[in-house]
């Protein structure tokens, strides 16, 4: 509502006191301000902030006055009375010097700023006042209290008298009443007996008079608080009647709220407890209390002593309160607390010091609420003022709090905008986002959308469209519109502002005149004429209509009242505006759809049509009476309305569903008359003749019924005349906000399936709910309030000096507004289900469930049902969490919303959560069903904490089989970590969410997944770069801690097994290409596992199948017989690579591996060209074989595995270089020097054959056959080397399977059967595949050996590599290679040499698996 802003200011005094300002006041029309001292009475401007005229008392005078007290201003402000200590009150005239004024402002020449406006003196310049003593008026005792009531001065005496001082006839006109004979009572309706007992000594402390409730209310100095009243129009004491507040007993002070009828009593413990009077009885009835809560302010709650002063603002809609030990706190008009400057950073300083407390000795507002005026009684100004040396004038004690303010407090129509508007005084605050960057409609865009990074856009066609949630909600900083300088210098203060529905143009209102802004031209218009702009008073509020403004005004050269609609798009002048005059004096104005209704001065609500006519050039708009009603029955007074507004919401008496048209018509008037609540509907009781003809300007309008009320203490209504059929619910419903008892929504209740509603079921219901923030707009679809608040800044550290312990910065902090949301769904669902009333519940559920949060939404209700009755110490009679369990069940976020409730409360209420939702084992099994593995996995942590480990192992089991067959790597990774954890009795710490992944757990390939490995780096880099000490860190996964200490873990094995039976079913469904992820994905040792499988699972049991399986899963194409000729120049340089080539040269010479073999140093320096480059690189490959395979494959496997975890952003030369020449590589050198140049031979001599006789699958289907051929042929599974050979159509893999097969003993059954599906293969080429005969007549003479090996029948032995000393060093790196262990490469000879260039994410295990490394090996070997 309102919003403290940036620092307080201090006034400079310009002239020499040595006196304190005591007392200050501002007059009743807020221009000017009276500061009170001792002996002295000053008159300030109130902007500028300028002293005008100073009054000294004489010596002599002053010590028979005493000193100065208290001021009052009379109500036309031409007199001031002021009350002395010895009883005195001196009466001060005011008059004006004519056409003389100070501080006259001084413009630049060539200023646009003329002087020649009308009224630029008295607007801009401080007139210039004197001060003369009138009258001294001696009462003979010491004034406690003084209250100017209309033409009279009411003075209250320490002597149990109340003096009635007219302002004018003075002498005559005195009046004293003995308080002694006013009688009092609890009631008017009570017997009119004298005055209570023990009342003798007592006096009036202090009151304040009320012009809405014709009376004063008062404090006694006994601490007692009445009001008294006059029952006749007569003053005296036989027409006075008092009524007591039976409970306050420590009254200190009151100040009373008119717009409101409130009179607000502070309280010596500190609490304010404001009253009203019930209109009834004329009892004074108790509305609420403010106080501190100790939940918000443990320290200082029952500390702040007595309260002190209550200031209301201006507009009545916020109080101010403060203490005798210090302190400010705002507080909204039914008591929701705003501010308060006794915790945060009000009361610390940034290193955590606690300040002092600001002490206020007197306080006012300034004009429409932008400032409070406050004279600071604390320490820090109590020293005596002093000159400096500089003669310059001194600061002293009176500060100026800046504040804006919400725009509903002053023009409450706005509150049918989904906006938020704030106003200060002299700039415009607004949520709506940049209009220059969100020019697309809502309704093209999905509503659930939640796009926050692109602002998007209200601007659409539709003018009942909302705005879009992003833009409302997507940031904290505010659209901050400067207002014109122009307009603001002649027209300050700024007293209304309205947005239009789109957020796109706003509009203010000054003293005269207004002016509008559009936020996508970033322009403002004002009047061309100034004499048009000065002669106009708004005097009811503004509200936009489309391209319309619609404001009612004063026409001050014709006096009359108006209602004036200007276009927006034309010029501001009154030759484009469309003027209808107006009986009264128009107090409130609002636009509901068509209708524009006005609330006038005379009680009465008149309804006009507003029509859009596009005649001429410019579009007008005319306006046409509808109705007039009259209210004065119901008001006793037509300022105690806060607001009109016209709905759609009805009762639904006498509304069949037969005639859903109405639903959207003005069906009532809902008026807020001091809080209260009050709806007029439309009569339907009476005929319904309704004309054929649907002209709403001929069509008779139903009269209203008498007014029902519908709530109390409201401060804000919100309503929409939006219609969604889906959104019934919040659309239909009518938002209140009731200060610090919440807000309420009156909500519809529909019949379901348009069933015939109950008859004892009324047709809606008041659910009260509490927000933490205060509200200030509604989104009706988005179930969210938007609000704002204040935050601050300290920035006391930039002050260290001693000296500037007096700077504002150092004693406040900065104070800024921040925008604010809050989801409101889950309280109402709540409420809901607290009535029983479930099945509306479910309606309103789910027509939110699409919102972006409504997971959120269930998530909050069960977590505050839960927190409530699990905490309670009392036993629940009816709980409401089995009802809200079950309600919850009806969504498919029912597992989801159960489990996040849990994890995010603590232990010790999980048993009384799963006693309600179901037993968590239960809960478990359902998300498998349902696939939600993630879900499942939070319910393993809960089933982990709660039940014992066998049963976790046995549910971390069947979730982790689940996540292998879903391919769900993450999950499967922490489940293995699950598993070890309990395995190996780490119990006691329960592991971590699974959905948050831990950095280390792909360490290995997050090293290459962050840095593509180019083959044109320098070989140095290379060698350092991957010449690295054994690092083996794969913390998830069977990793190197598998094979430590505990290696006979039981656990271990277990995960295991699972894993080769995952792989073996895989293999077995040829799912090649999930088999080669989930390896490299789980760090699987493929190749260890396939030598022990190469006679079961991993032989090829159907060629054909096998083959026709591979083109469907690697989205490789069948071979086709080209049309074009055999020379076709196509050439396919993108797989014959350089490194190929490079390899070949390298490897025709021996001299170049026996120089790489003796050396060990890498041959660089003439390695500068791209294609040297890869030589050397190359070279290095070759080195690190020579020395031991495993160094090289350091380099190669996790770069390989790469191809199956983001084979896209592979370096394609790269992965496709190193794959290329992978097969031949990583053999033994004695197997690639026998063969390998004449194999090389034979591709290069059948590339060009081959590639013209087929095209190619994808890239990545390449790379990742490639890397599988790999992989096979290492584990000698040379079955599936043929049949990778066979799709690849290479012959020189085919050549290299059938030499091994010549060179080294190959178990016969591994020949027959590829032989045998080499034959099938060719039978089904024959018949169904004719693209594969030309390949297979290429390896023709191949099968041919194969016949010959094969028909020689030799003994099958055991597959061994031809250099049996070098199995356990290759082994191991073959196993390790795809389980994404950090790069590691130990060069046994050169130990020394090979750990200058260790990386961090490689050194992260290297202690903890110097062992493991022969370990693996072995394990392998046993194999």
């Given at each position: 509502m309102y919003f403290l802003s940036g620092w307080p200011k201090r006034l400079l005094c310009p002239l020499e006191s040595l006196e304190r300002p005591l007392h200050i006041q501002t007059d009743p029309q807020r221009a000017f301000f009276a500061v009170l001292f001792p002996s002295q009475l000053s008159i300030w401007y109130c902007r500028p902030s300028v002293l005008i005229v100073s009054y000294k008392e004489l010596s002599k005078a002053a010590s028979q006055f005493g000193p100065y007290k208290q001021a009052e201003w009379r109500p036309d402000s031409t007199m001031i009375a002021v009350s002395t200590a010895n009883g005195y009150i001196l009466f001060f005239e005011i008059p004006s010097a004519r056409d003389k004024y100070l501080y006259e402002p001084i413009y630049p020449k060539g200023s646009p700023h003329l002087k020649g406006t009308p009224h630029y003196k008295e607007e801009q310049c401080a007139p210039s006042l004197n001060l003369e003593m009138k009258k001294v008026l001696d009462l003979q005792a010491s004034i406690t209290s003084l209250q100017s009531m209309l033409e009279d001065l009411l003075v209250a005496t320490a002597d149990g008298f109340l003096h009635l001082i007219h302002w004018d006839g003075m002498t005559n006109g005195r009046k004293a009443i003995n308080l002694c004979t006013v009688p009092f009572s609890v009631d008017l309706q009570s017997s009119r007996a004298g005055s209570l007992m023990g009342f003798e000594d007592v006096y009036i402390r202090d009151m304040e008079y009320c012009a809405t409730l014709d009376g004063f209310a008062v404090v006694f100095n006994d601490g007692r608080v009445g009001f008294i009243t006059p029952m006749s129009s007569r003053f005296t004491a036989e027409q006075l009647h008092g009524v007591w507040a039976q409970d306050v007993v420590d009254g200190t002070c009151v100040a009373v709220n008119n717009k409101y009828r409130l009179m607000a009593f502070g309280c010596a413990n500190g609490s304010v407890q404001v009253y009203t009077i019930d209109t009834t009885t004329g009892a004074m009835q108790f509305s609420h209390k403010l106080e501190l809560t100790p939940k918000q302010y443990p320290d200082i709650w029952n500390k702040t002593g007595p309260v002190k002063l209550i200031r209301w603002s201006p507009d009545s809609c916020v109080v101010m309160v403060t203490w005798e030990c210090g302190g400010l706190s705002l507080w909204s008009v039914f008591g929701a607390q705003l501010i308060c400057t006794l915790g945060g950073d009000f009361a610390y300083q940034s290193d955590g010091a606690k300040k002092d407390p600001l002490k206020i000795r007197s306080m006012t507002w300034g004009s429409e609420g932008y400032h409070l005026w406050v004279i600071d009684g604390s320490s820090s100004s109590n020293m005596k003022p002093e000159r400096n040396a500089n003669n310059e004038a001194q600061q002293f004690g009176i500060l100026q709090f800046q504040f804006i303010k919400s725009a509903l407090t002053v023009n409450p129509c706005m509150s049918n905008q989904e906006q938020v508007l704030l106003q200060g005084e002299d700039r415009l605050y607004l949520n709506c986002g940049d209009a220059a960057q969100t020019q697309s409609p809502r309704n093209t865009l999905a509503h659930s959308e939640h796009n926050h990074t692109r602002e998007r856009g209200p601007f659409s066609d539709g003018s009942l469209d909302s705005q879009g949630l992003s833009t409302l909600l997507g940031h904290r900083h505010w659209h901050v519109v400067q207002i014109h300088s122009t307009y603001l210098e002649s027209n300050w203060p700024i007293r209304f502002s309205a947005i239009d529905k789109l957020g796109q143009n706003v509009a203010v209102v000054g003293k005269f005149g207004f002016a509008h802004y559009s936020l996508l031209t970033k322009k403002w218009k004002l009047f061309g004429n100034i004499t048009q702009e000065q002669t106009m008073m708004v005097t009811g509020g503004l509200a936009w209509w489309n391209d319309f403004i619609v404001l009612a005004c004063y026409n001050l050269n014709d006096h009359q009242e108006e209602l004036r609609i200007y276009l927006r798009t034309s010029n501001l002048d009154n030759a484009f505006a469309h003027i209808t005059k107006v009986q009264a004096n128009t107090l409130l104005l609002s636009v509901f759809r068509d209708i524009v209704i006005l609330f006038r001065a005379d009680c009465s609500i008149c309804l006009y049509s507003i029509e859009r006519r596009s005649e001429g050039l410019n579009p007008t708009a005319s306006i046409q009476i509808l109705q007039e009603v009259s209210m004065s029955r119901y008001i006793p007074h037509p300022f105690l309305v806060v607001s009109v507004t016209l709905t759609s919401v009805r009762t639904e008496t006498g509304i069949t569903l037969k005639m859903p048209q109405q639903a959207c018509e003005a069906e009532s008037i809902m008026l807020n008359l001091a809080g209260q609540l009050i709806m007029l509907q439309r009569d339907r009781s009476g005929p319904q003749i309704r004309d054929k003809d649907n002209n709403p300007n001929q069509r008779k309008h139903l009269p209203f019924c008498a007014p029902v009320v519908l709530a109390q203490s409201v401060e804000n209504v919100w309503t929409t005349c939006r219609i969604n059929k889906q959104k019934r619910h919040l659309l239909e419903a009518l938002w209140l906000s009731c200060g610090g008892a919440g807000m309420k929504v009156w909500l519809p209740l529909f019949p379901r399936d348009h069933r015939k509603p109950h008859s004892f079921l009324s047709r809606r219901i008041m659910l009260p709910f509490h927000i933490n923030i205060y509200p200030l707009a509604v989104l009706f679809e988005d179930a969210l309030v938007l609000g704002a608040v204040n935050d601050t800044v300290l920035y006391d550290c930039l002050y260290t000096q001693t000296s500037a312990r007096e700077h504002l910065e150092v004693l406040f902090p900065f104070s800024i507004v921040e925008r604010t949301s809050q989801i409101y769904l889950h309280h109402i669902l709540r409420q809901l289900l607290v009535r029983n009333l479930g099945e509306q519940a479910l309606l309103l559920a789910h027509s939110c469930a699409t919102l972006p949060y409504f997971p959120h939404v269930l998530e909050l209700m069960l977590h505050e049902v839960l927190e409530e009755e699990a905490t309670s110490r009392e036993p629940?009679?009816?709980?409401?969490?089995?009802?809200?369990?079950?309600?919850?069940?009806?969504?498919?976020?029912?597992?989801?919303?159960?489990?996040?409730?849990?994890?995010?409360?603590?232990?010790?209420?999980?048993?009384?959560?799963?006693?309600?939702?179901?037993?968590?084992?239960?809960?478990?099994?359902?998300?498998?069903?349902?696939?939600?593995?993630?879900?499942?996995?939070?319910?393993?942590?809960?089933?982990?904490?709660?039940?014992?480990?066998?049963?976790?192992?046995?549910?971390?089991?069947?979730?982790?089989?689940?996540?292998?067959?879903?391919?769900?790597?993450?999950?499967?990774?922490?489940?293995?970590?699950?598993?070890?954890?309990?395995?190996?009795?780490?119990?006691?710490?329960?592991?971590?969410?699974?959905?948050?992944?831990?950095?280390?757990?792909?360490?290995?390939?997050?090293?290459?997944?962050?840095?593509?490995?180019?083959?044109?780096?320098?070989?140095?880099?290379?060698?350092?770069?991957?010449?690295?000490?054994?690092?083996?860190?794969?913390?998830?996964?069977?990793?190197?801690?598998?094979?430590?200490?505990?290696?006979?873990?039981?656990?271990?094995?277990?995960?295991?097994?699972?894993?080769?039976?995952?792989?073996?079913?895989?293999?077995?469904?040829?799912?090649?290409?999930?088999?080669?992820?989930?390896?490299?994905?789980?760090?699987?040792?493929?190749?260890?596992?396939?030598?022990?499988?190469?006679?079961?699972?991993?032989?090829?049991?159907?060629?054909?199948?096998?083959?026709?399986?591979?083109?469907?899963?690697?989205?490789?194409?069948?071979?086709?017989?080209?049309?074009?000729?055999?020379?076709?120049?196509?050439?396919?340089?993108?797989?014959?690579?350089?490194?190929?080539?490079?390899?070949?040269?390298?490897?025709?010479?021996?001299?170049?591996?026996?120089?790489?073999?003796?050396?060990?140093?890498?041959?660089?320096?003439?390695?500068?060209?791209?294609?040297?480059?890869?030589?050397?690189?190359?070279?290095?490959?070759?080195?690190?074989?020579?020395?031991?395979?495993?160094?090289?494959?350091?380099?190669?496997?996790?770069?390989?595995?790469?191809?199956?975890?983001?084979?896209?952003?592979?370096?394609?030369?790269?992965?496709?270089?190193?794959?290329?020449?992978?097969?031949?590589?990583?053999?033994?050198?004695?197997?690639?020097?026998?063969?390998?140049?004449?194999?090389?031979?034979?591709?290069?001599?059948?590339?060009?054959?081959?590639?013209?006789?087929?095209?190619?699958?994808?890239?990545?289907?390449?790379?990742?056959?490639?890397?599988?051929?790999?992989?096979?042929?290492?584990?000698?599974?040379?079955?599936?080397?043929?049949?990778?050979?066979?799709?690849?159509?290479?012959?020189?893999?085919?050549?290299?399977?059938?030499?091994?097969?010549?060179?080294?003993?190959?178990?016969?059954?591994?020949?027959?059967?590829?032989?045998?599906?080499?034959?099938?293969?060719?039978?089904?080429?024959?018949?169904?595949?004719?693209?594969?005969?030309?390949?297979?007549?290429?390896?023709?003479?191949?099968?041919?050996?194969?016949?010959?090996?094969?028909?020689?029948?030799?003994?099958?032995?055991?597959?061994?590599?031809?250099?049996?000393?070098?199995?356990?060093?290759?082994?191991?790196?073959?196993?390790?290679?795809?389980?994404?262990?950090?790069?590691?490469?130990?060069?046994?000879?050169?130990?020394?040499?090979?750990?200058?260039?260790?990386?961090?994410?490689?050194?992260?295990?290297?202690?903890?698996?110097?062992d493991s490394f022969q370990e693996g090996s072995y394990d392998c070997v046993v194999s």
């Open positions: 629940i009679p009816d709980p409401l969490l089995p009802t809200v369990a079950k309600f919850i069940t009806e969504f498919p976020l029912f597992l989801q919303t159960v489990v996040h409730c849990a994890r995010k409360t603590e232990y010790a209420l999980w048993n009384y959560l799963f006693a309600a939702v179901g037993n968590p084992k239960d809960l478990f099994e359902e998300c498998l069903m349902a696939q939600d593995l993630d879900t499942a996995a939070s319910y393993l942590i809960i089933l982990q904490n709660m039940e014992v480990p066998a049963v976790s192992r046995q549910h971390a089991t069947l979730l982790f089989n689940t996540a292998l067959e879903q391919g769900k790597w993450d999950l499967c990774r922490h489940m293995i970590r699950f598993l070890k954890a309990i395995g190996s009795g780490e119990t006691e710490t329960p592991p971590t969410t699974p959905t948050t992944q831990e950095p280390s757990s792909s360490s290995g390939f997050e090293f290459f997944r962050h840095r593509s490995i180019s083959l044109s780096q320098s070989a140095e880099n290379l060698h350092s770069k991957f010449n690295l000490t054994k690092t083996l860190s794969m913390p998830s996964g069977p990793s190197g801690k598998r094979w430590s200490k505990d290696s006979d873990c039981a656990e271990n094995m277990y995960i295991d097994m699972m894993l080769w039976r995952h792989a073996r079913r895989l293999l077995e469904e040829i799912k090649l290409k999930d088999l080669g992820c989930f390896a490299a994905q789980l760090g699987f040792e493929l190749i260890g596992w396939l030598c022990k499988e190469r006679a079961r699972a991993a032989r090829v049991e159907d060629f054909v199948c096998a083959l026709k399986k591979l083109h469907k899963d690697f989205l490789w194409p069948f071979p086709v017989i080209p049309a074009s000729s055999i020379n076709s120049p196509f050439k396919n340089g993108k797989y014959k690579t350089a490194v190929g080539e490079q390899l070949l040269k390298s490897q025709s010479t021996d001299t170049f591996v026996n120089m790489e073999m003796d050396t060990g140093i890498s041959n660089t320096p003439r390695s500068r060209s791209w294609l040297g480059t890869i030589s050397s690189s190359q070279r290095e490959i070759d080195t690190v074989s020579s020395h031991g395979p495993h160094m090289q494959d350091a380099f190669l496997s996790p770069l390989l595995s790469k191809v199956f975890l983001i084979g896209d952003e592979c370096s394609i030369g790269s992965a496709t270089d190193l794959t290329e020449t992978s097969s031949m590589v990583d053999g033994d050198w004695t197997m690639v020097d026998e063969n390998f140049s004449s194999l090389s031979l034979t591709q290069s001599e059948l590339e060009q054959l081959s590639l013209e006789l087929a095209s190619k699958g994808p890239h990545k289907s390449q790379v990742q056959l490639r890397y599988l051929l790999h992989i096979f042929m290492e584990a000698g599974c040379l079955d599936w080397c043929v049949v990778i050979g066979l799709i690849l159509r290479e012959s020189s893999v085919i050549n290299q399977v059938f030499s091994i097969m010549q060179s080294s003993d190959i178990d016969g059954e591994i020949c027959q059967n590829i032989k045998t599906g080499l034959d099938a293969v060719d039978k089904w080429a024959s018949t169904d595949c004719p693209g594969y005969k030309p390949f297979l007549s290429i390896i023709k003479p191949q099968i041919q050996k194969l016949n010959e090996i094969v028909e020689e029948q030799v003994q099958p032995e055991a597959f061994q590599p031809v250099n049996p000393s070098k199995v356990p060093e290759q082994a191991n790196p073959r196993a390790e290679e795809s389980r994404t262990s950090s790069s590691h490469g130990t060069n046994p000879q050169s130990d020394a040499g090979s750990s200058n260039a260790s990386r961090h994410e490689e050194d992260k295990a290297k202690t903890e698996d110097e």
